[in-house]
């Protein structure tokens, strides 16, 4: 279940397994399509979040609510369209997923039939609270969204208070 998705964001990776090392631990890795294997200990912090991501969100006896606070940390942003296709994919499949992001480029993903799914989170003007509104309920939405992306959208300010 995680090797296409692992196999969109490395081109080079032919399989996901665990395999043992020569001192005989069982180890997670990955088999490139030239047959070599490289261990969990020589992949970058940004693939091993992302199988983290992918093995959290795509176990089929994960959990039926999911938070996951700042999703696209540590991954290269050109990889940020999967991580926006992960979570929609598995709330279908699995229940609801809940990520919070500040990612111009995340949000920039993120299908615009979709944009009820996400939030606006502020501290009220007296500073005493929380507000929670849902995008296409801001003020002004239908305007900016008009004639700007999401992503440069949150690059202005335009959602912060």
Do not use: C, K
Not at 2 to 30: C, K, Q
Not at 44 to 57: H, M, N, P, W
Not at 58 to 85: F, K
């Amino acid at each position: 279940m995680i090797r296409p998705w692992l196999t969109e964001l490395l081109p080079a990776v032919r399989d996901v397994r665990p395999f043992s090392t020569e001192l005989g631990e069982v180890m997670f890795g990955v088999e490139e399509v030239t047959g070599a294997h490289v261990s969990a200990r020589s992949l970058s912090d940004g693939t091993l979040r992302f199988v983290a991501l992918a093995t959290a969100l795509l176990s089929p006896t994960r959990a039926e609510l999911l938070l996951i606070d700042e999703v696209e940390n540590g991954l290269h942003p050109s990889r940020l369209r999967l991580v926006v296709e992960m979570p929609l994919a598995a709330a279908e499949a699995h229940g609801q997923v809940i990520v919070t992001t500040h990612s111009p480029a995340m949000l920039a993903y993120w299908p615009q039939d979709r944009h009820e799914d996400i939030l606006v989170v502020s501290r009220d003007e007296d500073d005493r609270g929380t507000t929670v509104v849902a995008l296409p309920e801001v003020p002004g939405y239908v305007q900016a969204i008009s004639t700007q992306s999401l992503g440069e959208l949150q690059l202005e300010g335009w959602m912060a208070p």
